[in-house]
């Protein structure tokens, strides 16, 4: 792919710990092209997040990243520390999960925006202080230019987020990571922050790369999906043509358990028996301790990504039968 | 702002007139007095005496002339000091123990804030290290053990600096105010060093590093504030136990401060001159606490918006 605008490549995250080193993130390969928006699920500990902490260079000091990672041509991974601090921030910005504790309490709102926008895009204090200003008017704070000189504690969660929103989104990014910015959220107003996030990211050409584990998020928001197990790519497809005709077990055993409308009332939601193995090196398929259908060599050999069609792949030994 | 310096200036001196009261009180309940001794003196001249300071008064008008007295700010004769009211002996001694005590605090600050952000920055490290063992001896090791071995080593031994005594320049205040740093030196460092780390951990800082500001803007910015608001809670009554509490070193560097009045006026039942040191420490530890929560509030939009 050529015209994409980011592309990892068997980008691998391991963490050391005291009882040895965990793979969080486990050859990941991924290519997002201009503008489009994807989504990365999976369950708590999937490594979903830890991908976008490794793309900003935020992993924990005893994290390490190997692979790379392409955006614009440039390798995230091996960019010397202030050459990244030119792309994050500026092409590429992140909103985080809580929006309670991710701003900074003893500064002043409007000039946590404009910092960014004096360092990166070298405006006056001025000058940037007035684009805070207007970007917290299109995240509908009311009021924005006294709001601007407010304090975090004086917002609530959901003004916040979009605070955050308006900081990620204020130096224009060609990629917005999310990682789960709804979570933290009151549920009435979740909807109403992501579908803000999108828009805004729509006018501004903005992709997105939203991780969560709400599927209804994904189907209402993604072009793209990617499901993710045990820090592997399960499946990866058109949001459409997952919730159609998902291949992976995993895939299939997450939409039984998600609640639908015209179901429901119906006998129980489903749900995946067991847990997630934690920490070790899988030498088989990860999800072979759950999975219904599983095959005798699952255990021991990795299943390959495999191209169903041209978008549409899927990491399974059944589909390979097929 | 105003009205927040107002209020507590205004609680700060109900509680300073609540201490004195006390104190006023409770020392008359030590037995003995300030002309008790063992040698026998005449029945009449002890009563001459005691009438010339107006010890032969009810209490409750001795007290009512002690605040009349403090109110024109004039705390008395010293009963032990002849000749010399308490006003003369604070101002004759409260200088030096005020420049010890300002010097000590500053270098205290300095050094100790400095060691605690370098060992939190490089956790681990030599510098952590060296800031971590300074640490433990400074609190460990007592300041009559330190003060000692340092007047042998740098006053007897390498002759660079008096063991003691006053001579009016800098080079008498370099032990002292050295001595009485290192044990705040260390719990300053030990403080901001913990509380670094946890500000570093801090989701905000995380979205600070996320904006590709460079570390140095992430660290003045948007990392310092958090990290020294617990270490300027310490440091109100820290001053003002530093510059009030320098009795050891006063004793052992010989320094005509007031540090040593403190215990004598106690031990010699020196009414007036235990009053004013009380009025005068208690002060202080006041005003040092309203300075520390007025800079607090300054840093910390929610401090200043509970009040």
């Known amino acids: 792919m050529t015209d994409s605008l980011l592309s990892i490549r068997d980008l691998t995250v391991r963490f050391r ?48 990243a190997e692979g790379q990672v392409l955006f614009q041509g440039q390798d995230l991974l091996t960019l010397p520390p202030r050459d990244l601090d030119r792309v994050r921030g500026d092409a590429l910005s992140m909103i985080f999960q809580d929006p309670m504790t991710s701003l900074n309490p003893y500064m002043r709102v409007g000039d946590q925006l404009a910092e960014g926008l004096i360092v990166h895009k070298g405006l006056s204090k001025a000058q940037a202080g007035a684009e805070a200003v207007r970007m917290l008017d299109r995240v509908r704070i009311p009021d924005a230019a006294a709001r601007a000189r407010r304090y975090p504690h004086e917002f609530s969660g959901g003004m916040r987020q979009r605070v955050m929103i308006a900081m990620a989104l204020l130096a224009k990014p060609k990629l917005l990571l999310a990682d789960e910015p709804t979570t933290a959220l009151d549920v009435t107003i979740q909807a109403q922050v992501l579908d803000l996030m999108a828009e805004l ?26 499901v993710l197990y045990g820090g592997r790519v399960m499946e990866e497809a058109r949001a459409e043509t997952l919730y159609d005709a998902p291949v992976h077990p995993y895939t299939r055993g997450l939409l039984a358990a998600m609640p639908r409308l015209e179901t429901a009332l119906t006998p129980r939601l489903g749900t995946i028996p067991g847990t997630p193995r934690s920490g070790g090196t899988v030498s088989g398929c990860p999800f072979v301790d759950r999975c219904e259908v599983r095959l005798p060599h699952c255990a021991t050999e990795r299943p390959a990504l495999r191209d169903l069609s041209p978008f549409h792949r899927a990491a399974c030994h059944l589909t390979g039968a097929q | ?64 002339r002690f605040v009349w007295g403090v109110l024109r700010l004039d705390l008395g004769p010293s009963t032990r000091h002849r000749d010399y009211s308490v006003n003369d002996l604070i101002a004759s001694g409260l200088p030096y123990s005020l420049t010890i005590g300002f010097w000590a605090i500053v270098v205290a600050s300095l050094v100790g ?96 590093r996320a904006k590709g500001i460079g570390w140095r803007r992430t660290l003045w910015r948007h990392t310092l504030t958090g990290a020294l608001l617990p270490v300027i809670a310490y440091l109100g009554p820290a001053t003002a136990a530093i510059i009030t509490g320098s009795i050891l070193i006063e004793t052992i560097f010989a320094v005509p401060g007031i ?20 009025l005068l420490y208690g002060g202080m530890l006041i005003l040092f606490n309203i300075a520390t929560d007025v800079v607090r509030a300054i840093l910390d939009p929610r401090i200043r918006n509970e009040r």
């Open chain 1, 201 to 226: 990211g729509r006018e501004t050409g903005t992709a997105i790369i939203l991780v969560t584990h709400d599927l209804g998020v994904v189907a209402r928001l993604c072009d793209r999906v990617v």
């Open chain 2, 113 to 208: 804030v400095a060691l605690g952000i370098a060992g939190a920055l490089r956790r681990n490290g030599m510098t952590d290290y060296v800031a971590g063992t300074v640490g433990v001896v400074g609190i460990a090791i007592p300041i009559f053990v330190i003060g000692p071995v340092m007047q042998v080593i740098f006053g007897l031994r390498l002759g660079w600096l008096p063991i003691g005594g006053w001579d009016g320049t800098w080079r008498s205040l370099v032990l002292p105010v050295v001595v009485l740093a290192l044990p705040n030196i260390a719990y300053i460092s030990r403080l901001t060093r913990a509380s670094m780390i946890e500000t570093l951990r801090e989701n905000y800082v995380r979205t600070a």
């Open chain 2, 259 to 278: 540090g040593r009045h403190f215990v004598d006026a106690a031990l010699n039942r020196d009414y007036p001159l235990v009053m004013g040191i009380t």
């Open chain 1, 17 to 64: 710990l005291p009882q040895g080193e965990t793979t969080a993130v486990d050859r990941v390969s991924l290519d997002l092209a201009p503008g489009e928006v994807m989504g990365i699920v999976g369950e708590s500990g999937s490594g979903k997040s830890q991908i976008l902490y490794a793309m900003m260079g935020l992993l924990a000091a005893n994290g390490r």
């Open chain 2, 1 to 64: 702002m105003l009205r927040f310096v107002g209020r507590r200036l205004w609680y700060g001196a109900w509680t300073l007139a609540a201490l004195v009261t006390l104190t006023f009180f409770v020392m008359r309940l030590a037995p003995g007095g300030p002309f008790s001794r063992n040698r026998k003196i005449s029945p009449e001249v002890q009563a001459n005496i005691e009438a010339a300071f107006h010890l032969d008064e009810p209490l409750w008008q001795q007290f009512a």
